[in-house]
């Protein structure tokens, strides 16, 4: 079977927890690929969105005649986890060094660009989101999916299957608790 | 409880986000009881938080800044200018006042630039008034120098010094002057004196006395054009003041102003043409001593006038020279017409030429009519009046003055003008033009303003109904807005038939939803059947049936129905928030939607579009999982008359839900389409598949066909009570009849299986809890 019907297929049938195992490897496989193109050609001025390349993965890992809003929502729930790993595996690999005294500010509405001076961002955020997840692992979810998957809040809440209303308190809420725990940290 | 620090925070804080900070503060009070850990972990947050929605409140204002949600961007000078527009264009008086000064301005606008056009005009004018009087004055002057050389020479030729001197030796012979009348006047000397003044083309030619006011010989072209000769005249006062003025300048020719005869001459006798004459004298010379002195003398009326004429433009434009009297000096351009008035005593063979003092007769006489001021009361015309006021002052200086303000001439009519005068050829000029005729061109921009101010007027006036429509507009904008006594505040959803909205009564301010028909519905009897509907399913009152409040058209025509605002989620989403939805809980929604179709059934009403999108289930006023039916007899029976288009819809119903037997009877009201829905409905809840799929899938993979024993394999599941199944199936059994007959006995069926199945309170809340997690 062909890659990208085998994407839509689990996508089809998706059963939370269970399929994730089959479906991540193969998102984060791709948009590794995509990223790693990217990243060779590395120049400064040329940046692309994370949201974005989720978006090009999507397009040719699933046949989009074949499936619906739901399995949609998933690839992005997905591929917003798949990116916050490869940021922070490509963030590390440059042995991007945290800088002590200097304070990091996060603007999480800001949209995050694939460029080498986010690197320490990238991962203090991706720290403060593990330590957030033990926490409150919803806000977690809710912060990866949005800053690094571009999902809208109806999406966010389709996919965690709540009400937009929690989805919109988490996001304020863990916005201001990453935002105090990023200062305290450092 | 197991709730750490950070989840008993967020709770507390979806609580107070939302309040003002006040409250909000006082609040966590509240909430945080005495933990004191808890209580500053949540204010701090909160006062980050509140810190940032201030920013980004401060932000929305900026247009750029992406991610915004649109009701906010409302930048302010769009609302300045919507309320300036709406105090200025929406109150009658407003609009009238604000039109007319905007009207009032233009008019001040237009008389400015009418004004300034004038203004150039009038300066055109004075220029080119000017320009007139200077050129003719060097054209006179031109043709005087001529004739000054033209005497020069004569008076040294010989055959002149021989005759003034034969005429001299007579007179010196007799200085009573009685030889030199008994002189014949036919003899060969004087006549060659004559044929010298033809010769030379002179209109007159004369020897005058060196010393004394005495003309010796005279000849003069007559009427018929043989010369006349006279001797002996004695020489007026005045004019024998100017020959001893011109004495004293010493030799060479001077000139003489224009002067009527009997200025010149004392006695004129007959046969003498009378008339106005201009003189230029010269000495004649023998051995280096005046022997006497030669004149040539013109008559004004001739060349003198025809210069004037020469002036003449357009159809009223005219130079003439007038004396230091205030006389006409040159024959005016208009004599025929004056001819006709009594200032040439309605003579029509009568000479302008100092005939009469220029003066204002008080109204136009061009037509013959009396002047309205008796003689007496006559005033000088305003040229003359400034001439002689600044000749006055000047002791007969060269002085010269334009008159812009339209004044009388001596014909009464209205003229504008520039005068001069030149001392040194003892007359003045004057060049006139009608008013009129300047300010021709200044009248065609008048009407070509008044026209643009009528027209103008008639835009306003439209554009003032033009507004009244603008207004209208944003009365249907805000009719769009206010359906009947509600206010249409956001959109729920959008469908077939028409377009729900959330909508807010203007008292009550209770929250109900508005279901507004597409416009294409307007006028077709689809309405009439909708209304009946409408009143139909009002008359429905199950907790389980939507209420539906009320209902009319817009003003706009189109047909709305108000319903009851629910705040909870489709039972479509519900199905998919589960991985297996448990089976009390949907015996509990089976059984709900049992209940409310129950009533309709009893009504007569079939619901027909039975579908999961129109199962609510709503968290009411803390009681969960209120189960509500929507949508109710409201899409069926929309006929023909709907656009081919809408054709398609007339069946009603969501195939996936619809009875087979709908399809090939689109108008079977049957009681028992309700029922198969509710079975495909509950299917659906199962697998999250729709049963023409769950079919057409076992059908595919070979198994059993449908009459077989499908029921089993069709729902996988094995928690699921047997009875349910075969319930379900039977509901949508192919065959009508092999259906439960009606909802009792479908609701007896479904009460029987929750016996062992119930959904508790407890489990409902739990759900709800988990799904609006602040709530």
Redo the contacts between chains.
Sequence with gaps: MAKNQEVTQILKNY??GKDDANLYPMVYDNLHDIAEKLYRRERANHTLQPTLLVNEAYMSLVDQNNIDW?GRTHFFAVGAQAIRRILVHHARNRDAVKRGGNQIRVDL?ERLAFSTDKDEVVLSLDEALEH?AK??E??AQVVEMKFFGGMKMQEIA?EL???I??IE??W??A???L??FMSEEI | MSK????Q??EI??KV?DLPKKDALRKIEDLCEKNENLKSNVI???L??ES??FNKDEQDFKPESP?KSKIRVNPLPTKIFGQLRTLLLEKKWYRYLSLSFVFILLIVIGMTIRNGFKKQLLKDQQEKLEALLDIQSETLLQWMQGEDRISNTLSQSSEIIEIATYIDSIVSLDDSYELLKKQDLQSDIFQEFDEIRERNNLEGLSILHKDDPVVLLLSEQSASGNGKLFSHLELAGVFYDYMRASKKRGIGTTHFPPLPDYEILIDIPEGLNVGTYISFSTPILKDSAIISYMFTQYNVKNKFSEIMNNADHGKSAKVFAFSWDMKLLSTDRFEKELQQTYLLDFDSTKSSIQSFEIKDPGSDITDGSEPAKALIDQDYTTAMDEYFLQTEVTGYQDARGVIMMPYRDHRGVEVVGAWAWYNMLGFGLVAEEDAYEVLLSLRYFDVALILFFIILAILILMLNNLNVKFLKFGKKWEEFEKVGQYLLQEKLGEGGFGTVYKAKHSFLKSEVAIKLLKKEFIGTDALDRFEKEVKASSSLSHPNTIRVYDYGTTDSGQFYYVMEYLSGLSLD?VV??Y?EFPSSRAIYILLNTCYSLKEAHEKGLVHRDIKPANIMLCNQGGAYDVLKVLDFGLVKNVDASVSQQTQINRIGGTPMFMAPERLRDPFNADQRVDIYAIGAVGLYIFSGQYIVELISQKMLSGQDTISGGLNNQLIQREDIPTELKNLLMDCVHFDVEKRPKNMDELIIALEKIQEAYSWTRKEAEQWWK??????
């Design positions: 059963t939370k739901k509405e957030l926490e409150h919803r806000q389709e299957g709540v009400s209303k929690t308190i988490d304020r809420v916005k201001a608790w935002k105090r | 750490n620090l950070h989840e925070s967020s804080l979806a986000i701090e947050l909160y980050d938080i940032e929605d991610s989403k998919q928030s991985d988990s799904y609006d997690v602040y709530s």
